[in-house]
């Protein structure tokens, strides 16, 4: 804490020094007393160090802390795919405003970045960037996050796009398996009625999938970004269904390798080796909506409609951590239809009898 009561009631502050990359007292800084009466006198002499510490640092560049921020380990987060991904959203940013010190970057600057809407997508980045040149092991270069609470939506997603009909999604596995051979179209069939994600599809090994107990182990999946494997999106294993169309799909495969779905040179899949091929299977099937609508989406909303599973049981499926609350989001979209068919089927087999209208003027 950089604020703190002592056992005798007075207050002492610390401030980072990047020059010695310690937490110092404040009267090593601006001299005086260590100690002060009241938290906010000690709040002030905070404020006071850290404007007189900063001006040894205020000459930092976005370009210089964007440079440190992506190389530093200190600043690494635990997956290289998510290094990746930050350092790509924020290249152009600290290109365009590289000389500007980073201090500096204030509200101005991020409208004129923003302006338009199609940068909106490097938001999360340049706030993960910026809240970590406002922390002490940044030495405190800013003091406020200017990408911080801007309020603006990343977009609906998913959330209001409708995922096929069970026949197209047949439709498209047929079509994979005339134009591109059986590995594709299992694929996209173990994908539909599993709800496993791509990236973890493309890693599945053999040795994961046990016919006896009818369970898919989900111990990986393959990073097109880092282009390395990892471990699934929530950090740990886990297990999938062997459903009955799945289990049709692998045991249908000849096992060319480790990998369940190998590509013609006995690799595994990637996006790149699927992108191809699922453009012409989408053209044949007439279908115009996205790989993912037409397999984990459509997975979760025939959990939720066809099977009338709850959302809880449809997140363990699909390997959620929420206890429901994305599936209920996002993937269990209840077909108006079928939702109004249960009610009257729910209301004729009910006791409920309707009220005997006496009309006017009748005996």
């Known amino acids: 804490m950089s604020v703190q009561q002592l056992p005798s009631g007075r207050w002492r502050a610390q401030v980072y020094d990047p020059a010695t990359g310690k937490n110092v007292s404040v009267s090593k800084v601006l001299g005086g007393p260590g100690t002060f009466k009241t938290k906010t006198e000690a ?8 404007k007189r510490l900063g001006a040894a640092t205020s000459d930092v560049t976005v370009a210089d802390f964007r440079t440190r921020w992506t190389t530093d380990p200190l600043f ?12 790509e959203r924020t290249s152009a940013f600290a290109d365009k405003y ?3 010190a980073i201090a500096q970057v204030g509200d101005a600057v991020v409208s004129e970045w923003l302006a338009g809407g199609a940068r909106n997508g490097t938001i999360p980045s340049l706030r993960a960037m910026f809240n970590d040149a406002a922390s002490a092991k940044a030495g405190r270069l ?19 796009k409708t995922p096929p009909p069970e026949a197209i999604v047949w439709a498209l596995v047929k079509h994979a398996r005339d134009l591109s051979g059986p590995y594709l179209a299992a694929w996209l069939q173990v994908a539909a009625f599993t709800g496993m994600r791509p990236g973890e599809l493309d890693a599945l090994r053999w040795s994961d999938v046990d016919f006896d107990a009818g369970l898919i182990r989900v111990a990986e999946q393959w990073s097109a970004t880092s282009k390395t494997f990892t471990t699934p999106k929530n950090g740990r294993a886990r297990h999938a269904l062997l459903t009955p169309p799945a289990r049709e799909a692998l045991l249908a495969l000849p096992r060319a390798g480790d990998f369940c779905f190998a590509t013609l040179r006995g690799g595994h899949f990637t996006p790149s080796a699927r992108a191809y091929h699922w453009k012409a299977i989408r053209a044949a099937a007439g279908y115009p909506g996205t790989l993912y609508l037409a397999t984990r989406h459509f997975a979760g909303a025939y959990m939720t409609n066809a099977l009338e599973l709850p959302s809880e049981d449809v997140a363990i499926a699909l390997g959620h951590t929420d206890g429901g609350a994305l599936v209920r989001k996002l993937y269990g979209h209840r077909d108006t239809a079928l939702a109004l068919g249960r009610v009257r089927t729910a209301y004729e087999s ?14």
């Not at 800013?142 to 209001?160: C, E, Q, T, W, Y």
């Open 43 to 50: 709040k002030t002499a905070r404020s006071d160090a850290r």
């Open 76 to 87: 690494a987060r635990p997956k290289q795919s998510t290094n990746i991904h930050n350092a």
């Open 98 to 100: 590289s000389s500007i």
């Open 142 to 160: 800013v003091d406020h996050n200017p990408f911080a609470d801007l309020g603006i939506s990343r977009g609906p997603g998913n959330r209001h």
């Open 350 to 363: 009910s006791s409920v009898k309707p009220l005997r209208v006496v009309r006017a003027g009748s005996a």
